[in-house]
């Protein structure tokens, strides 16, 4: 680990650490979150909270009674928030002035997806129809190694995609119904299927309500 211990900034962001951890640069910053909450990824699959939600009261229980003890994550490639849009959320709400600590990454956008799906697949529940959407995107169906990080395998990623994203059935269209050219009856048009007994033209009509 090789640490730098003098003050630097980043985007006017003061960061508080900079390292290098097996490999990979590691930085935490002050980041507004007002720039967070702006910079909400649109495929994120968590789902969203809101005030009056179990889980919102909860979270502002803990940030109340211990702080922000998980940063959010933030993508300086793609300036996407990919991790902690709930806690941002309910900061935000509270104080728009507020600095959050922040772990920003670098990295293109589908190792940002992959990071973004693992992160949640951890720690809550998803909405499962966007979730399949980004399966779809990272053609999980096609690429087993596209799901390796992310916590799912391959049987997960298929059933999710075949539940929310096969095309609805196509509408049936309405029967029609024939008047049989000897009696007059009304009925299916099999019911009159004999020889001697084919529909005259003009004689069939929609089927009734």
């Not at 990979?24 to 910053?29: D, P």
């Not at 003890?69 to 806690?87: I, K």
């Amino acid at each position: 680990m090789v640490r730098n211990e003098q003050p630097k900034s980043i985007n006017g962001w003061k960061i508080l650490i900079e390292d290098e951890i097996a490999g990979h640069k590691f930085i935490r910053a002050l980041v507004p979150v007002q720039h967070l909450w702006e910079h909400r990824s649109d495929y994120n699959p968590r789902k969203p909270v809101t005030r009056g939600d179990k889980l919102y009261s909860d979270l502002t229980g803990s940030l109340t009674d211990y702080g922000l003890v998980e940063d959010p994550v933030y993508n300086l490639t793609t300036h996407n928030l990919v991790g902690g849009e709930q806690r941002v959320r309910v900061i935000f709400d509270s104080d728009h002035d507020a600095l959050v600590p922040t772990i920003l990454m670098e990295c293109d956008a589908e190792q940002e997806v992959r990071f973004c799906i693992a992160l949640n697949r951890i720690h809550n529940e998803f909405d499962d129809t966007k979730l399949a959407d980004v399966f779809r995107m990272l053609k999980a169906d096609q690429d087993f190694a596209a799901l390796k990080t992310t916590g799912f395998d391959r049987d997960d990623a298929g059933a999710i995609m075949r539940r929310f994203l096969e095309d609805p059935p196509a509408p049936k269209t309405p029967a029609r119904n024939v008047i049989c050219p000897h009696c007059g009856h009304t009925g299916p048009p099999k019911e009159f299927e004999t020889a001697d007994t084919e529909p005259r033209p003009g004689m069939e009509q929609e089927a009734k309500a």
